[in-house]
């Protein structure tokens, strides 16, 4: 038994290697967790990156990228992998220091950029942002993908 947000993505890999599996979905392929996630992926941030999962995180993200064009021409579903830009806000004096960090580390990395923005220019980015925030952190080169799509693009491939 596998969690729905890992169901139809084992079932895809079980197929590819031979083996037939069934999803069993209380409320439909793609309508709970996995349907509902942000689907964003980035290979520079998160719990234990940079350390002791940044490899895998490169890895994922590679894969990620690679498995976009032949499941979208074996299935017909285009789950909108795309790269994407973000602000990671400072809302905290304590948060500057670590974001800058992350901003030189982003930055350094192959087709990522990244940089410090003061307030009025996160403004400038986007107004609907609260005037209370110290700064943020600009950084393109993420990658996301709508979920929903996601999940049911690696449950259309098994069927």
Same mark, same amino acid.
């Given at each position: ?10 079932? /895809? +890999? ?9 999803? &069993? ?32 995180? !490169?890895?994922? +993200? ?16 285009? +789950? ?5 830009? @973000? &602000? #990671? ?23 990522? @950029?990244?940089? !410090?923005?003061?307030? #009025? #220019? ?15 952190? /600009?950084? /393109? ?19």
């Amino acid at each position: 038994m596998v969690e729905e947000q890992r169901a139809a993505p084992v079932a /895809y +890999y079980l197929a590819q290697s031979g083996v037939q599996s069934t999803i &069993i979905e209380r409320a439909g392929v793609g309508n709970q967790a996995s349907g509902n996630a942000a689907g964003g992926l980035n290979p520079l941030t998160g719990v234990g990156i940079p350390g002791p999962l940044g490899s895998f995180a !490169w890895e994922c +993200y590679e894969l990620h990228s690679d498995l976009h064009e032949g499941l979208v021409q074996d299935t017909g579903i285009d +789950y909108q992998h795309r790269t994407v830009a @973000k &602000i #990671d806000l400072a809302l905290e004096e304590s948060d500057v220091p670590v974001l800058k960090e992350s901003a030189s580390r982003i930055d350094a990395a192959e087709g990522f @950029k990244a940089q !410090w923005l003061e307030p #009025d #220019d996160v403004a400038k980015l986007e107004p609907r942002i609260s005037k209370d925030i110290i700064g943020g952190l /600009y950084d /393109y080169g993420n990658t996301a993908a709508d979920g929903h799509r996601l999940t049911n693009a690696f449950a259309a491939a098994v069927w």
